[in-house]
């Protein structure tokens, strides 16, 4: 197994454009989890997935931005409306049945002119 | 939710011991405290974490207090490729769905 993946690695758009990224977890890890991280900071959780079940969404997670995990394999996260404030690195993150240890992606970095 | 502070920089010769310490005042009795490091344009990696026990593995070693107000966690023998920022991170929540409460990390800065 290769580790956690996401696509793109970046992404610039211009204001008001909608964006879709996609994270695939590791294929036995049920639990799937999206951060924020901008310039500097530490990343921010954002939302958690497990299985297909939505749990939990931070404040953070405006109306502008929903994710979803279909068939409980891979993600998406999208973002409508971008605003400039939206630029910044947005990470994956599965856990297995061993849900001690988060395994991350590499991140999408997210330009919004 | 629990909160961790951090120095935000810290320098240390190759083959020496770095110790990198944490403050978690606001943490709960069933909080686990994390370790992990992000090299640059990489995600975040594991490290080590513990409650309220010292903790070692083949990469560094925990040591938290025990009133669990802080901790440092120690990189035995630095490398250049130990250069990174290293996250002291509480998580929070029960029963497999679990969060992870960043701070802004501590560059560690391995010089040769």
């Known amino acids: 197994d290769t580790g956690v993946s996401q696509n793109p690695r970046h992404k610039i758009t211009k204001r008001g454009q909608n964006v879709t990224f996609r994270c695939d977890p590791i294929?036995?890890?049920?639990?799937l989890y999206w951060y924020r991280q901008t310039l500097g900071q530490g990343p921010e959780f954002l939302t958690y997935?497990?299985?297909?079940?939505?749990?939990?969404k931070s404040r953070l997670l405006s109306d502008r931005f929903s994710a979803e995990r279909p068939k409980g394999s891979f993600s998406t996260l999208e973002i409508q409306r971008t605003e400039q404030g939206d630029s910044a690195m947005y990470l994956c993150?599965?856990?297995?049945?061993?849900?001690?240890?988060?395994?991350f992606g590499p991140g999408t970095r997210l330009t919004v002119t | 939710d629990a909160k961790t502070t951090q120095p935000p920089s810290m320098d240390c010769a190759e083959g020496r011991a770095a110790n990198l310490p944490c403050n978690h005042s606001?943490?709960?009795?069933?909080?686990?405290v994390y370790w992990y490091r992000q090299i640059h344009s990489q995600g975040p990696q594991y490290i080590i974490h513990?409650?309220?026990n010292n903790e070692t593995n083949e990469m560094a070693s925990l040591i938290i207090t025990e009133d669990r107000k802080s901790s440092t966690l120690i990189l035995p023998h630095a490398t250049l490729r130990d250069t990174a920022v290293y996250y002291c991170?509480?998580?929070?929540?029960?029963?497999?769905?679990?969060?992870?409460?960043f701070g802004t990390g501590t560059r560690l800065k391995v010089l040769a």
């Open positions: 606001t943490i709960s009795g069933n909080e686990y």
């Open positions: 991170i509480v998580r929070v929540g029960f029963s497999g769905t679990y969060k992870y409460i």
């Open positions: 513990g409650l309220k």
């Open positions: 993150a599965s856990s297995g049945d061993r849900a001690y240890e988060q395994y």
């Open positions: 997935f497990q299985n297909e079940a939505q749990l939990e």
């Open positions: 294929s036995e890890h049920n639990r």
